[in-house]
């Protein structure tokens, strides 16, 4: 039987490009179609293991013999064993299709082999990489790993620091955490030195040293992070550590607590101190609410900033917020620029946003720690990487690909977004999840700092018990003292690690699969735009929004009838329904998500999608509140969908569309006779 998508084997023979054939080497396959290399590797790490036991203190002798696999209370115990696998295994196809072309739902595809073939062989070892005697092998290579995505970004490797989490949201929380630590360590610094009657220097707003006693209130909330790492190194110099590390904790939040902290500066400082606020794009994840509420911090505390109408934060809004905020002496806890949207892909301009933080410090002396949320789009830095680590420029990268051009006739990737990419270098701290561009098995997100030393703010035991010693020392392979979470599977270190040694983290690896998924996306883009005016599309309408930065495609789809937001919504949601697991049983031709686009997040992207959907104003939206604008997504990590040699699921997807468009639309004329054209 011959399906609508079957591939031609004919068709773009002459596009294969021997450099992409490692493609598909790296993953199983939507068929399983390497199904006998991945078992090959498997048994491999599971022989390999079996001779390890067998060979540590073989004098032990064995302690399940061959006779006890005969008794019957053996026997039964196997057939549990196996009878409840079928079950589980019966279950567990009921599970997401992620590995289809199909599936254009969430960030996920199928994981890379060596990262599948990585943890199962590590995962029999079960190391804890909360400290490295409970993982003398994967906590290395979890640094190694940190160094390797901090080296991406353009970090300094001997000066950054970087480790594995649980997940992006870990992840944010351990870099706000920090910013926080770095934002009051002046103020008790200060302190300490008080009442040590410490002499010590630090940089001040005109940038040169000034002396740490002079400086005011505001001045100390304004220290450069930089700044104030060297001043904590100068304070545990300067003195008993025993000392220096009681008035440390008598005048900092982390160990007085919001409460009595604020209690104490009021006796110290006459003015008051305005609570930190925390700058996000309006486009940031939810996550960010969570951590403020977690760190006391307190989501009134946490202030969107606009995007434009690519998704992108609104680096002149970003001025004007921290010049508002200046003249009124709130101090900044941190910026929070977004490096791939969970919705849209988008990639901020953070070049213009660090070019926005030097101006604040030049002309205002505002000082803040700048954080790239990159947990999605955090891989994509590879794009921009030689093999020899140096820079590629657009131009270069262009050459390299076959994406068709967008609808203005650019090609991606623009100037703009190199330079954004490039920008990763000018921030304080990164995150970036491999368990999602990365196409690594959950669980796995990272961190990295450019500045080691930051970790300190956070050490659970005091630093001078034991001194740093440079990369390789024994605390570094202690982890648990500086990161938030305790035990971590060493697993998942083993299956990053792997999967950067196939897949390096530049043009040739990751730069390559995650160029190969843009591209795709840019396919489905511009074959929905062609839909979108199709005559065989008529009576219904494409509102295709804006090409995406990475490989998010977003839409709304609208029918001649449809006149107000809420017909819009409908129907989008009324797809969504037919084209999502959300109902049990469901089987979607294709599947995609959806997302709500809410005021006043939205407010400067919304206005030429209201214009083309032809369904009121920018203040009707303003007035209509929580509802918003429902938007549907298609997520392409598949990188074979920009290929034209495998099934056709651009045209695949763009059809079914259209179906269920036509199904949802008949179901609620039926509905609401009021709206069909014989009953109005
Ligand atoms: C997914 C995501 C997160 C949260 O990551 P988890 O791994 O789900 O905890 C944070 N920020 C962005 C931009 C994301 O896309």
């Not at 304004?222 to 190194?233: S, T």
Request: proline share 6%; glycine share 8%.
């Amino acid at each position: 039987m011959s399906s609508d998508v079957s591939p031609d084997p004919l068709r773009d023979a002459s596009l294969r490009d021997p450099s992409r054939d490692a493609l598909r080497a790296w993953f199983l396959g939507p068929r399983g179609e390497n199904a006998d290399l991945l078992e090959r590797l498997l048994i491999e790490a599971l022989r390999d293991h079996v001779f390890w036991r067998r060979n540590y203190h073989p004098e032990d002798g064995l302690t399940i013999r061959e006779m006890d696999k005969r008794r019957e209370g053996y026997d039964e115990a196997v057939a549990t064993l196996t009878q409840e696998l079928m079950g589980l295994l019966a279950e567990l196809k009921r599970g997401v299709p992620f590995f289809s072309g199909r599936y254009k739902g969430h960030m996920i595809f199928e994981q890379t082999i060596a990262s599948q073939v990585g943890y199962f062989a590590a995962m029999l070892y079960n190391p804890n990489n909360v400290a490295i005697e409970a993982s003398p092998v994967t906590t290395r290579l979890e640094l190694e790993v940190g160094r390797q995505l901090a080296g991406m970004v353009g970090y300094d490797p001997l000066q950054a620091w970087g480790h594995l989490t649980s997940g992006g949201t870990v992840a944010n929380f351990e870099a706000l955490w920090v910013a926080r630590n770095v934002l009051y360590l002046p103020l008790a610094a200060q302190a300490a030195a008080d009442a040590l009657a410490l002499e010590l220097e630090v940089e001040g707003p005109g940038g040169g040293m000034t002396p740490l006693r002079s400086l005011s209130l505001h001045e100390l909330l304004n220290v450069r992070p930089g700044a104030a790492m060297d001043l904590w190194g100068a304070l545990w110099a300067s003195g008993s550590r025993k000392e220096i590390l009681g008035h440390l904790r008598d005048h900092s939040l982390q160990t007085l607590g919001y409460q009595a902290y604020s209690a104490r500066l009021a006796t110290r400082f006459p003015d008051v101190l305005p609570p930190a606020v925390v700058l996000v794009a309006a486009t940031a994840h939810y996550s960010w609410e969570k951590i403020v509420r977690a760190l006391g911090i307190g989501s009134n505390q946490l202030l969107f900033i606009p995007v434009d109408d690519r998704f992108r934060m609104n680096p002149d809004a970003l001025w004007d917020m921290i010049r508002e905020l200046t003249a009124r002496k709130v101090p900044i806890l941190a910026c929070i620029s977004v490096c791939g949207t969970t919705e849209e892909s988008a990639v901020d301009r953070l070049d213009q946003v660090v070019e926005v933080r030097e101006r604040a410090w030049r002309e205002l002396g505002v000082a803040f720690h700048l954080h790239s949320d990159a947990c999605y789009g955090g891989y994509a830095a590879s794009v921009i990487r030689a093999p020899d680590g140096s820079l590629r420029t657009a131009e270069e990268i262009r050459a390299s690909t076959d994406a068709v051009a967008d609808a203005d006739g650019s090609h991606w990737p623009s100037e703009a977004w190199v330079r954004s990419m490039a920008a990763l270098e000018g921030t304080d701290s990164v995150t970036i999840d491999p368990h999602k561009l990365g196409y690594i098995p959950y669980p796995a997100g990272a961190i990295a700092f450019r500045d080691k030393r930051l970790r300190e703010l956070v050490a659970v035991d005091p630093p001078y018990l034991t001194p740093t010693q440079g990369l390789h020392s024994a605390e570094d392979l202690f982890l648990g003292r500086f990161v938030f979470e305790g035990s971590k599977p060493g697993a998942a270190a083993a299956a990053v690690w792997l999967s950067h040694k196939v897949l390096p983290l530049d043009a040739t690896g990751y730069g390559m699969l995650i160029e190969r998924t843009a591209a795709g996306a840019r396919r489905l883009h511009a074959a929905l735009r062609a839909a979108s005016s199709a005559p065989a599309t008529e009576p219904f309408r494409l509102v295709v929004l804006p090409e995406p930065d990475l490989n998010i495609v977003c839409f709304v789809v609208t029918h001649a009838e449809v006149t107000t937001l809420d017909q819009v919504n409908a129907l989008n949601e009324g797809i969504y329904a037919r084209m999502s697991l959300s109902e049990p049983g469901a089987t979607p031709q294709y599947i995609l998500t959806r997302t709500r686009f809410q005021t006043p997040m939205y407010d400067g992207a919304i206005e030429p999608i209201l214009e083309a959907l032809g369904v009121g104003t920018v203040e009707g939206w303003r007035a209509g509140g929580a509802d918003g604008l429902v938007v549907l997504r298609a997520t392409v990590m598949d990188p074979f969908m920009a290929e034209t040699t495998g099934p056709d699921h651009v045209a695949g997807f763009t059809r079914a569309l259209l179906d269920e468009a036509r199904v949802v639309h008949e179901a609620q004329l039926s509905e609401s006779p009021a709206r069909s054209p014989s009953g109005g």
